[in-house]
C-alpha cells in the first residue's frame, strides 16, 4: 500500500516517523475506513497529487492536524502555488487553514494577494470534537479561529482518542473530591501525611534513588508549595530545581546555556538516548510553556493540562539536572492552581508511576525515541561531544503530540487514588480497630503492637517466624496469636468481638 497524507510528507522532507501507526495507505477499498491502530485507508479513487501543498491539503481534510509535519511541508511550498489555490476558492476551509499557517510561520502575506477573498464563516484551526483545545483567538484575514494549547511558537498536541475520552469519563478530581469528603478530617490528615512521604520516596525512587533524610524533606516541603497559587517563572523554577538537587555544582542560576543529552551505562555517542532542544530553542520553548501553564485553557481538563506541562518539561529539560523531579512535582502544582482537589490534598502520582514504569517509559519514548534521530551526535572523548540538528528540527519539539502522555497521567491519577489512597485509608482504619481491640485486652508497648500489627499486614496475615522469635522476651505467645487473629479477621472484614456486630 501507498503512504499518502502526513506519511507522504514525512517521507518526503526525511523526517522521523514520529505518525507511528497513525497514518493514511492507498488500499482496495470503496471509502475512506479507519482501522483500530489508527491506519486511515483510503481509496485509489481520492489519492492526491504527489506535490507537498496537495498532500497537505488532504491530510488537513482527512487526518486533522499535525503542525509539526505541515510546518515542514509549507516551509517548502512555493508561495505563488498556495496563492493560486486560494485565488481559485477562496472560501475553502482547508485552503483558508494553509494560508493562515503559511502566512504566520513565513512572517508576510502570500504574493499577489491583497485581499484573500474570504466571506465565509469563522472556522476552528483544531476541530474540538477530535482535540483539546484552547481560547479562540481569531485571524480576520483568513476567518480562521486558531484554538490550539498555547501559540504558534509552542502548542503541544493531545487528540481525543478513544482512550482518552474513556479516562475523561472517570472524572478521576471528582472522586478524589468525594473521597475526601467521605473520610473524616483525622482520618484524611493522616493519609495525607502518608501521601507526602510516599510521593517524596516514590519521586526518588523511579530515578533508582533511596533519598537521605535532607533530600526527602526538603522535597517534601516542596510539595507542600504546590497548593500555592504561584505563576511559573524562571526564577521560581530554578529556585525549585535548587530545592530538589543537592550537589552544589548542579544548582541552577537560569535555565541550561549548553546542550544536555540523556545517557545509557555505555560511553560514547552509542550510549546517548536522547537529545533534548539546543539552549536557545529550549528557552524560547519554554516561555511557551510557562504560557500555558500559568494560563490554564478553559474547558481542559487539569489533568490533561498537569499532563501537557510536565511532560513537555521533561522532553525540553531545561536543566542539567532535576528535570525529571520537577517534571513530576509540576503535576502537583498544575493541580493545585486548578482548584479540582480539596486544600493540601495530594494523590501520590509517583507511588502510580514507579508501578508502571514500563508505562511511563512508554509515554516517553512515543515522543523521545523518534526525537532521537533528529541529532547526529559525535563524540570526541571525555566529554566532548559535537551535535548536529537536523534541518527543522525545532517544529518537533513545538509541536509535540502528548496524547499518550495525556491518557498514561489520567491513568496514574486513577491508580493513585484506587490503588493507593483509598488503600492507604483502609489500611488506617483496620489499623485503629486492631490496636483499640488489643489495647483493651493486653499491656504491651504501643511501639511494639504498631510493629507487629503493619508486619502481619504485610505479610498477608501471618506473623513471621523471625518476628516471633524477635518480640517473644517481652509480648506473651497468646498475645502475638490474638494481634495475627486479629489483624486476619480485620483484612477479612470480620468483626473483632460481638460489640462491632451490633
Request: with cysteine; hydrophobic share 45%; glycine share 6%.
Amino acid at each position: 500500500m501507498t503512504d499518502i497524507g502526513y506519511a507522504w510528507i514525512q517521507d518526503a522532507v526525511g523526517a522521523p516517523n514520529f505518525l507511528g501507526t497513525q497514518r493514511a495507505r492507498l488500499a482496495p477499498v470503496s471509502r475512506i475506513e479507519r482501522l483500530a491502530d489508527g491506519t486511515l485507508l483510503v481509496p485509489h479513487k481520492l489519492a492526491p497529487a504527489p506535490t507537498l501543498l496537495h498532500q497537505a491539503l488532504f491530510a488537513l481534510k482527512h487526518e486533522g492536524v499535525r503542525l509539526d509535519l505541515l510546518a515542514l511541508a509549507l516551509r517548502r511550498v512555493p508561495a505563488a502555488e498556495l496563492a493560486a489555490l486560494v485565488r481559485a476558492v477562496p472560501n475553502s476551509i482547508y485552503g483558508r487553514k494553509l494560508g493562515y499557517l503559511w502566512e504566520t510561520w513565513h512572517g508576510q502575506p502570500l504574493p499577489d494577494l491583497a485581499e484573500t477573498g474570504v466571506a465565509a464563516a469563522y472556522v476552528p484551526l483544531f476541530d474540538p470534537e477530535a482535540y483539546a483545545v484552547g481560547q479562540p483567538r481569531r485571524d480576520p484575514r483568513w476567518r480562521v479561529e486558531f484554538n490550539g494549547l498555547g501559540e504558534l511558537d509552542f502548542c503541544p498536541i493531545v487528540r481525543k482518542t478513544p482512550a482518552l475520552i474513556d479516562r475523561l469519563a472517570r472524572d478521576v478530581l471528582g472522586q478524589a473530591q468525594a473521597f475526601a469528603d467521605s473520610v473524616g478530617a483525622a482520618l484524611l490528615e493522616r493519609a495525607l501525611a502518608w501521601a507526602y512521604l510516599s510521593e517524596t520516596e516514590g519521586s526518588f525512587a523511579i530515578e533508582g534513588e533511596a533519598p537521605s533524610h535532607d533530600k526527602a524533606s526538603r522535597f517534601d516541603a516542596l510539595l507542600k508549595q504546590a497548593h500555592q497559587q504561584q505563576p511559573l517563572t524562571e526564577e521560581l523554577l530554578v529556585a525549585w530545581q535548587n530545592a530538589t538537587v543537592s550537589n552544589p555544582l548542579d544548582l541552577a542560576v537560569q535555565f541550561r546555556t549548553e546542550q544536555n543529552r540523556l545517557q545509557k551505562d555505555i560511553p560514547g555517542a552509542a550510549g546517548v538516548t536522547y537529545v533534548p532542544p539546543e539552549p536557545e530553542l529550549a528557552a524560547a520553548l519554554m516561555a511557551g510553556l510557562m504560557r500555558l501553564a500559568n494560563q490554564h485553557p478553559p474547558g481542559l481538563d487539569a489533568l490533561v493540562h498537569a499532563a501537557v506541562v510536565s511532560f513537555a518539561f521533561v522532553l525540553i529539560h531545561p536543566f542539567m539536572d532535576g528535570n525529571g523531579r520537577l517534571s513530576r512535582f509540576l503535576v502537583h502544582h498544575c493541580l493545585g492552581l486548578s482548584g479540582r482537589l480539596p486544600p493540601e490534598f495530594l494523590l501520590p502520582i509517583s507511588v502510580a508511576m514507579k508501578k508502571h514504569e514500563s508505562a511511563y517509559l512508554q509515554a516517553l519514548t512515543t515522543f523521545s525515541k523518534p526525537a532521537r534521530q533528529l541529532c547526529e551526535v559525535r563524540w570526541a572523548g571525555d566529554e566532548h561531544f559535537a551535535y548536529a540538528w537536523a534541518e527543522g528540527a525545532d517544529v518537533w519539539f513545538r509541536y509535540m503530540d502528548l496524547t499518550e502522555a495525556a491518557v498514561f497521567m489520567l491513568d496514574m491519577a486513577a491508580a493513585s487514588l484506587d490503588m493507593h489512597m483509598r488503600k492507604e485509608v483502609e489500611f488506617l482504619a483496620m489499623f485503629d480497630r486492631v490496636k483499640s481491640f488489643i489495647d483493651a485486652r493486653h499491656d504491651l508497648r504501643g511501639s511494639d503492637l504498631a510493629t507487629l500489627i503493619v508486619s502481619i499486614f504485610q505479610n498477608g496475615g501471618t506473623l513471621s517466624v523471625n518476628r516471633r522469635k524477635r518480640y517473644a522476651e517481652r509480648v506473651r505467645p497468646d498475645v502475638l496469636d490474638a494481634i495475627e487473629d486479629a489483624v486476619r479477621r480485620a483484612m477479612q472484614g470480620h468483626a473483632l468481638d460481638a460489640a462491632e456486630q451490633v
